[in-house]
């Protein structure tokens, strides 16, 4: 049930380790709208072991609940303690303290900086162990956001990091050896994203784009990172050589009228197609023949996985964990960061050769079935779970 919760009773902790009682388990984010981290959340639900686990949701911004449905539908129980911005996050660790005794709460599990934050103050109240997910370089964020973290880095007993270059971040900004810091990369369902499964609508004929176009396309947030003002300018740059080519942008953010003015203005608008929020993307996907991203930074898109594995040639910067994922002219395309451009002359070569995109599709699906699928990364998590719930409790 999703409630807006009030400070509740406290409860005594117990730890429960029989197979007859689940154990308990609070994920704290900052929010639930669509973005790669909260979905991750829903997604990774459907995989784990129920019999064994209870998962609880905890989020603080309101508005920003798209996710909300999907984890209930999944069985998890979804709670909103509201606050409007990251102080009166903050302001929420004794209300979290108390929903974690109230229901018996065995293990906190955080995302992203400020659900870190308040989640690691409720687990020092609580001495219940705290694990934190960190899916960013710590580089990329606000100095407040920065410091927060950091201050309260030691309060949590263990850090996974969702890519090496993520756990390389966290090393050369927090230099202590506790807490532990391990990578568990990010999974998606490859059963799911798969173009042997049916769509539930034709994207091509919705938008009147030929079967025999090739379409180029990304799935994000409308965030400054993804720098969109790049990515149309690239759009516009390689239809001029190619005007066969049709884009389709899918998602929605902050930026929105921002970028479909600039759309306008590049008079773009016949070739360049915006899909808005979708909460199935496999039909987008499916349409798609590059995924095309222009990022300044990232941690390890899932977008781009889901993409890869829909078939998708990836054409990237090497932003983040991409590297990680995309090998230049093995499985994909990659350019520098600062150098997103380049991205042109690569793709406009790769359309050139129709047999070499045939190769790269099937590359780009084999490896993320080889080694970023969701089930090993559930089964990851889960050995994590359990050594934290069998190790004497520790503040770093």
Known sequence: M???????????????????????????????????????????????NKSKYHFHYLYFLPWKNQVVQELEAAGGTVICFPANNNIEIL???????????????????????????????????TRVPVIYTEHNKWERYHPLTFYMNKWTFSMQQQVIAVSA???KSIRQHFTKPDPPVEVVVNGIDTLKFSRLLPVSTNVRNDYGISPDAIVIGIACVFRAQKRLHTWLELATQLHRLHPQLQFIIAGDGPLREEIHRQTKELKATEYIHFAGMQQD????????????????FEGLPLALLEAMSMGCIPACTNAGGINEVVQDQQNGLLAPVNEPLQLLNSISQLLNRPE?????????????????DMQAMVLHLQKIYDQLLTSPFKVC
């Open 2 to 48: 999703h409630t807006f919760q009030t400070a509740p009773g406290v409860a005594e902790i117990r730890r429960i380790t029989a197979a007859s009682s689940p154990v308990r388990v609070l994920h704290i984010i900052k929010s639930l709208g669509r973005g790669g981290a909260e979905l991750l959340l829903a997604e990774t639900l459907k995989k784990h």
């Open 91 to 125: 302001l929420q660790e004794r209300k979290i303290a108390a929903y974690v005794k109230e229901h018996r709460i065995q293990l906190i599990h955080c995302h992203l900086p400020w659900g870190g934050v308040a989640g690691r103050l409720a687990g020092r109240i």
């Open 165 to 167: 270059e993520v756990a």
């Open 281 to 296: 993307i496999r039909p987008w996907l499916y349409a798609m023949d590059i995924f095309m991203m222009t990022s300044s």
């Open 356 to 372: 070499k995109m045939e190769a790269l599709k099937v590359a780009a699906r084999k490896t993320v079935v080889r080694h970023f």
